[in-house]
DNA sequence: ATGGCTCAGGTTCTGAGA
């Protein structure tokens, strides 16, 4: 069996007891993280590798920022989409005994029509580009990451009310859809879920207490992998934290 | 009570997140 996983821990400098804490609970045989908000000098490799991880960092100040967490050491590692220029940390990838993990903190966009939501375009453009050459050379591939993108109407507390705003553009949607065309599955979705499963709730308004949320957090898988899938869920425990991070983490499971 | 946030950087506030 295997696990692997994507966390958005909104600062790691906060949120490292809590990670350690879900690693000891949770031993999966990978983890990518968003938002570590960390110059690569300031990066707890230590403390990661005394829990038994690999690690493979990639951060920036301030914003953004992302990390492969891993058993076996990571492979091949690739940091942001070759061939996009980009001065933002979003992409860290490598090969895991055999397996080519790729996380992404995807631009958040703002609002349509915003200069911020024209980069998130492009981005997902060059995205696609990349992984369709990944796919070819990868035949078990898994894609995970902080996507902000909610890709249905099911994924949204109120739809009516976010109708057309930043997460649930039409455009945001038919670049989830491309990857998904790309020959991935969203692993969620493989399974029957319970309604109204979030990954998300703002911090604001008591949304968590009230469930009111957005699944934007995905884990999406090759064919060859969705073959080897029991199991797919959003673990709501960490945002029951003291101090939690807005996002909570998604994990797959993988016969071998 | 019908409101209600949390980060980093830096300094008593701003920008960003989603």
């Known amino acids: 069996m295997k696990k692997f996983a994507t966390w958005n821990v909104n600062s790691l400098a ?93 631009p958040n966009g703002q609002a349509p029509g ?30 995970m990451g902080d996507f902000n993108i909610a890709p249905d109407d099911r994924d949204v507390y109120d739809p009516v009310a976010w109708a057309g705003q930043i997460h649930c553009t039409a455009e945001e949607r038919e670049h989830f859809q491309q ?27 008591l949304a968590f207490r009230k469930n009111q949320g957005l699944r934007i957090d995905h884990i999406l898988v090759s064919e060859a992998l969705k073959r080897r899938v029991t199991a797919c869920e959003i673990d709501k425990q960490p945002r029951r934290n003291e101090r939690p991070s807005d996002h909570a983490p998604v994990i797959v499971t993988l016969q071998d």
Do not use: C
């Not at 070759?82 to 790729?102: K, S, Y």
């Open 14 to 106: 906060v949120r490292l007891p809590q990670l350690l804490d879900w690693l000891a609970a949770h031993p999966v045989d990978a983890l990518v993280l968003q938002e570590t908000k960390l110059t690569d000098d300031k990066f707890p490799t230590m403390e990661i590798g005394e829990a038994g991880y690999q690690v493979q960092w990639f951060g920036q100040k301030t914003y953004n920022g992302v990390a492969l967490i891993s058993r076996e050491r990571a492979e091949n590692v690739v940091k942001n989409i070759p061939g996009l220029p980009d001065e933002q940390a979003r992409v860290i990838a490598g090969t895991v005994g055999g397996v080519r993990v790729i996380g992404g903190y995807f």
């Open 114 to 143: 915003s200069d911020k939501f024209a980069y998130k375009m492009n981005w997902l453009n060059g995205l696609r580009r990349w992984l369709a050459d990944e796919l070819k050379a990868h035949e078990q591939l898994v894609l």
């Open 179 to 205: 990857l998904l065309n790309l020959g991935l599955s969203d692993a969620f979705r493989i399974f029957d879920q319970a309604p109204k499963s979030w990954s998300w709730w703002d911090y604001r308004n």
